[in-house]
């Protein structure tokens, strides 16, 4: 686990890895999470993810990870808090290789406090799953949530 990223499995993890994502407009340290989980399906790619808070860096981090998954050849479910409060910018930017939760079923995932900066109910969590090896049946957005963020399930099947 780091900053608040982890991935929990049934089945054995082969191999994880945090990557840090380049600074864009904020000097923190964003990222994502790399797992390789042994299924008896295969091995699948899961990655968590922790976007920068900023419409610039979001894209520019989302554009960063995606590259990342086509230089590794992987087919991944990504999924995590991508900052995007501009749901179109993810859909326009994975439209043509993932599928994206918030089409299936939309949903608010952010309920702002007096502290966020945000101060709508709006859209920033997601799962997106490749469309090669993926397919996203069901969506649920979970209330009630004890964090800011409400969890976000899928049911996905391997094709």
């Given at each position: 686990?780091?900053?608040?990223?982890?991935?929990l499995?049934?089945?054995k993890?082969?191999?994880?890895?945090?990557?840090?994502?380049?600074d864009?407009?904020?000097?923190?340290?964003?990222?994502?999470?790399?797992?390789?989980?042994?299924?008896?399906?295969?091995?699948?790619?899961l990655?968590?993810?922790?976007?920068?808070n900023s419409?610039?860096?979001?894209?520019?981090?989302?554009?960063?990870?995606?590259d990342?998954?086509?230089?590794?050849?992987?087919?991944?479910?990504?999924?995590g808090?991508?900052?995007?409060k501009?749901?179109?910018?993810?859909?326009?930017?994975?439209k043509?290789d993932?599928?994206v939760s918030?089409?299936i079923k939309?949903?608010?995932?952010?309920?702002?406090?007096?502290f966020?900066?945000?101060?709508?109910?709006?859209?920033?969590?997601?799962?997106?799953a490749d469309?090669?090896?993926?397919?996203?049946?069901?969506?649920?957005?979970?209330?009630?949530?004890?964090?800011?963020?409400?969890?976000?399930?899928?049911?996905?099947i391997?094709r």
């Open positions: 686990m780091y900053y608040g990223l982890g991935i499995s049934k089945f993890i082969k191999h994880s890895e945090m990557v840090i994502l380049p864009v407009t904020r000097d923190k340290d964003f990222g994502f999470l790399h797992a390789i989980i042994e299924t008896p399906k295969g091995d699948l790619d990655i968590n993810v922790h976007l920068e419409d610039e860096g979001s894209k520019a981090h989302l554009i960063f990870l995606l990342w998954c086509k230089k590794r050849n992987i087919c991944p479910i990504i999924a808090d991508f900052n995007m501009q749901t179109e910018i993810l859909i326009s930017q994975t043509k993932f599928l918030y089409k939309p949903y608010i995932s952010f309920m702002p406090t007096e966020s900066n945000n101060k709508e109910p709006i859209t920033l969590d997601y799962i997106i469309k090669k090896k993926f397919e996203i049946q069901e969506v649920t957005c979970i209330k009630d949530s004890p964090s800011d963020h409400n969890p976000i399930s899928a049911k996905i391997v």
